[in-house]
């Protein structure tokens, strides 16, 4: 019942925004009656949390993976892509969340923003972490750069291809992102780019 709930929330949420929405319309939408509404989330608030948590949440654990010891560069930047694909895969079965956090700029609740916050680093540093397996010991310098580019490029084609998925398909944004990150590491590599992060320029929360 909750899924069922939460589903007909983000559908609205998305479509009208969260403060329009009343409590009645996601009872409506849901196909239950107010009261049931109420057996299973305290207030419209309440809702909005456990989307959050449960979209997160679920990005979070895309991430939360062990890779075997690999010397080669090109094996673990080929389990890089199989983790990007997986990352996007979720966050796109999930397009109605997409669009509210676009319309919804920010959330006025301390407790959601602060989870919101955490677990939005947590994010980061887990991509961090992978980030430093692709490169490896000898890449290791370049690592809080490409996250912070990883990062970026993720964010900002999400949201193009939020609103142009006829003609960009994820396979083609992994792909994309993939031949993107390869070449900067090549630079690297090759000595003709430079690293301008270094650990201590970086803060403990990245996102307040």
């Known amino acids: ?6 589903k007909a ?8 925004g969260y403060h329009a929405t009343t409590v009645q319309e996601i009872a409506n939408c849901a196909e239950i009656s107010k009261s049931t509404l ?15 948590h449960f979209y997160l949440d679920s990005l979070y654990q895309q991430l939360n ?3 075997i010891k690999e010397e080669n ?3 673990r930047i080929n389990n890089f892509k199989k983790v990007l694909t997986d990352y996007l895969n979720v966050a796109f079965e999930h ?17 959601i923003a602060k989870y919101i916050n955490d677990k939005k680093n947590q994010i980061y540093r887990k991509w961090l972490t992978i980030m430093r397996y692709v490169g490896g010991e000898n890449l290791d310098y370049c690592s809080l750069d490409m996250t912070v580019i990883l990062n970026g490029l993720i964010e900002e084609y999400s949201v193009i291809a939020i609103f142009d998925r006829n003609s960009l398909k994820i396979d083609d944004l992994v792909d994309y992102i993939y031949q993107i990150i390869s070449c900067i590491y090549n630079g690297f590599t090759n000595d003709n780019i430079k690293p301008i992060l270094v650990e ?3 803060p403990e929360e990245l996102f307040e």
Do not use: C, H, W
Request: glycine share 2%; no cysteine.
């Open 200 to 202: 201590d320029y970086m």
């Open 9 to 16: 929330a983000l559908k609205l949420f998305s479509k009208k």
């Open 73 to 75: 560069f090109e094996n």
């Open 38 to 52: 109420y057996s299973n989330f305290t207030s419209k608030k309440d809702i909005l949390s456990s989307i959050y």
């Open 1 to 6: 019942m909750k899924d069922r709930i939460i």
């Open 65 to 67: 993976v062990d890779f």
């Open 95 to 111: 397009e109605d969340f997409l669009i509210m956090q676009m319309n919804e700029q920010s959330v006025n609740d301390p407790g």
